[in-house]
């Protein structure tokens, strides 16, 4: 058990027998009245986000949650096959699993998947990626990083918005939290 005057952003806890994770948390301490927690927390069964108010001192379950390094292989219909680097031994999961983050997974790219006491949640994804740009408008001599913006699409059908010097071939490093632009990759 924990307190909630202890959590952290990252921490995966277990509430009324559903696993979350701290997405982020403000400890309150009103004039009137007695300190609570507000909380926003992930679902990792089915990734709804959910306010959520406790307490000061109140105890909630800490959940073991194991991460496996794992390397995604490819798509095969609605599954997608992963790798465990170590032991080869391979798991699938399906699309409506991990929707959001087929946005920036590539073949034989390493990632964590999520395990709870056997069952796998899903995967967890690096801060970025690196993904190289298929489709935009063509840059026009002169553009500066400041100049604009134009919409990009990206190897794994991502679209991003992009200053107007970036070109089709270039590679962006890309902020998984948000989908968004960070810059180029060298």
Known sequence: ????????????????????????????????????????LRNLRNGSVNEKTFRAGEKVEKAQIDN?????LYASGDQHVFMDTDSYEQI???????????????ENMEIHVIQFQGETLGVELPKT????VTETEPGIKGDTSGG??????????????????INVGDKLIINTDEGSYVSRAQ
Do not use: C, W
């Open 1 to 40: 058990m924990i307190s909630v005057n202890d959590f952290k952003t990252g921490l995966t806890i277990l509430v009324d027998g559903v696993l979350y994770r701290v997405l982020d948390f403000q400890h309150v301490k009103p004039g009137k009245g007695a300190a609570f927690v507000r909380s926003k």
């Open 92 to 106: 699938e999961l399906g699309e409506n699993q991990i929707e959001y983050e087929l946005k920036f997974l590539r």
């Open 68 to 72: 496996r390094k794992m390397q995604y």
């Open 129 to 132: 990626v690196i993904l190289e």
């Open 148 to 165: 604009g913006s134009k919409t990009a699409s990206l190897e794994t059908g991502l679209v991003v918005t992009v200053p107007l010097f």
